[in-house]
């Protein structure tokens, strides 16, 4: 070959390798991220015989489910979980602590997506709104919009604004959420100035009346639920309106405020998902869109009535056809096999103390005021401050510092006198130190969990630990926070572009959805990302 052709042979090779450099990065279509607050893991299963081809059975046949997917911090709430999710992080390092905190400089509490330096939009409010302002690190949504040059759009839907607000990452197109109040689909000043006119016929349709205009019965005869206990027991919490929690639930000139706590209210979120959609047109552009689309519902049903609940079966049934339904819709509208979806939980549930009781389960009930009150008298006795606990949040206690030190206290005495009176409170495990917390004899995954849900800045003195199945308040209703498996164990199912079928029974994390998506749409990580891609589930 002669010097010539030689030259020409390696022009060309360089051409294709340029060509096949700029080759735009195969993604799908859109990306729809679901979670579903307060979903165990189990409700995938619990009432599989009912539930229909289309909805979870097709997820769980056409997809692959990461089967022991678990939270790897402590508290398990929805504020953390829907952030931990899109940020593959842990409060530790992205600082959404708690749905609230204690914050030491306004010495007052916050909401986790306060935020005095915007408005709402879409109410006549004079109030704060809400933003993702307080979130420390970067969502797989932010750098989504990043690597395209902020060509790919995103939305964040929910009836709850922090479900909203943290999946949609710093950098949305837009976020909305449910205002009880008015019965309105709103937004604040963060993402624009008024409601997309698309938004406004949304809401002129005023849903929440027509979808419960017949209040709430059951889809199937009552006699049928045989996954659940009995329609009436004394560990379910009736609506306040009603005397007994039973069949069937009314809601005449309540609809607006008590759609939230009904099946319906996930239609009203699949309605206006659908209507976001099509409204920004996402998914028909050049580039991968993302709705990230949070149902919000299922806890407000769960804490109300319990997981055992009639109630909670006939969300999880409705849901299933629904499920269907949007499935369909997704497939006619961009094909089959050109959208990637997933679905997950911010945190799953504990059981009714009361049912535990019923069941001979240990349980027990912890009286948070009593064990505040007796460590604040401790505290007045032995350091003569009378009020030494100034704040209680995710299971942190705030201590009043500048009241001790102006007393030349150490501080480390007080914790140890507050943790020796914490331990002596029923329902009380155990108390440490959250400074000293990487010394601390608990077991792992607790002792992990309870480190990555510390933050320094944000986070209080001394943790203190609940006995499984012991929850604070009352026998009735459900609640979830703990690092126990029953809040920590949730669903975690791949399905579409890119997905190959199947299941893991590998121990995944909820830390490991962020860098999983950006491993499939070829695009950098969150910044405070601590978690690992899962592997199994990749077409190719």
């Known amino acids: 070959m002669n ?46 015989q009912r539930y229909g081809a289309g909805g979870f059975k097709r997820l769980l046949g056409e997809g692959f489910s990461c089967e022991n997917t678990l939270i790897n911090y402590a508290p398990t709430v929805t504020a953390c979980g829907h952030t931990s999710v899109y940020t593959g992080s842990v409060p530790a390092v992205h600082g959404i602590i708690s749905n609230g905190w204690y914050n030491r400089a306004l010495n007052r509490d ?30 797989v949504t932010d750098e989504l919009r990043m690597a395209t040059n902020f ?17 949609a990452g710093h950098s949305a197109n837009a976020a909305f959420w449910y205002d009880g109040g008015s019965g309105k689909m709103v937004t604040s000043t963060y993402y624009m100035k008024e409601l997309p006119a698309w938004v406004q016929r949304f809401n002129d349709r005023k849903l929440p009346q027509q979808l419960l205009a017949n209040g709430w019965n059951t889809l199937y005869p009552l006699n049928t639920y045989k996954q659940s206990e009995a329609d009436n027991k004394d560990y379910e919490k009736p609506f306040g309106h009603e005397q007994q929690p039973v069949f069937p639930h009314q809601f005449k000139g309540r609809e607006n405020g008590d759609v939230r706590s009904t099946p319906y209210g996930n239609t ?12 920004y047109g996402l998914g028909s552009g050049k580039a991968t869109d993302f709705l990230a689309v949070s149902f919000s519902s299922p806890d407000a049903v769960g804490h109300q009535f319990g997981p055992n609940s009639i109630e909670v079966e006939d969300v999880y049934l409705r849901l299933d056809k629904e499920l269907a339904e949007f499935f369909s819709w997704l497939d006619q509208r961009f094909g089959k096999n050109n959208y990637l979806f997933f679905i997950t939980a911010d945190h799953g549930v504990s059981q009714s103390p009361g049912y535990l009781e019923e069941h001979r389960q240990p349980t027990g009930i912890i009286n948070g005021k009593e064990a505040i009150a007796a460590v604040n008298k401790a505290l007045d006795a032995q350091f003569g401050v009378p009020n030494g606990v100034l704040a209680v949040s995710a299971h942190q206690l705030y201590l009043n510092r500048p009241a001790f030190m102006e007393r030349n206290i150490d501080m480390s005495v ?8 914490l331990k002596q409170q029923p329902g009380v495990v155990a108390a440490y130190s959250l400074s000293q917390l990487g010394c601390a004899p608990i077991p792992e995954p607790a002792k992990t969990m309870f480190v990555n849900g510390f933050n320094e800045e944000r986070g209080g003195d001394v943790l203190v630990i609940y006995k ?8 009735t209703g459900a609640t979830h926070g703990l ?12 399905m579409g572009w890119g997905i190959k079928p199947g299941k893991t029974h590998r121990t995944t994390g909820m830390t490991d959805i962020a860098p999983t998506l950006a491993a499939l749409l070829n695009i950098q990580m969150p910044s405070g990302n601590v978690g690992h891609v899962v592997t199994e589930i990749f077409e190719k």
């Open 483 to 494: 690092w126990y498996p029953y809040d920590a164990h949730i669903p975690l199912v791949w």
């Open 110 to 139: 916050v909401y986790c997506a306060e935020d005095t330096t915007v408005q709402p939009v879409g109410i006549p409010s004079q109030k704060g709104g809400m933003s993702p302002r307080n979130l420390l690190a970067s969502t």
């Open 3 to 48: 010097k010539q052709k030689l030259i020409a042979l390696l022009g060309c090779c360089l051409l294709l390798q340029a060509a096949f450099a700029q080759k735009p990065a195969e993604r799908p279509k859109i990306v729809v991220g679901m979670m579903v607050d307060q979903m165990r893991w189990d409700f995938l299963y619990r009432y599989g």
């Open 468 to 475: 499984s199945g012991w929850k604070e308040g009352s026998r």
């Open 268 to 279: 009203l979120t699949f309605e206006f998902a659908k209507a976001a959609i099509e409204g």
């Open 151 to 167: 060509e790919s759009k995103v939305v964040g839907v929910a009836i709850k604004d922090r479900g909203a607000i943290f999946p």
């Open 414 to 421: 007080v914790e140890k006198t507050v943790i020796r009176v």
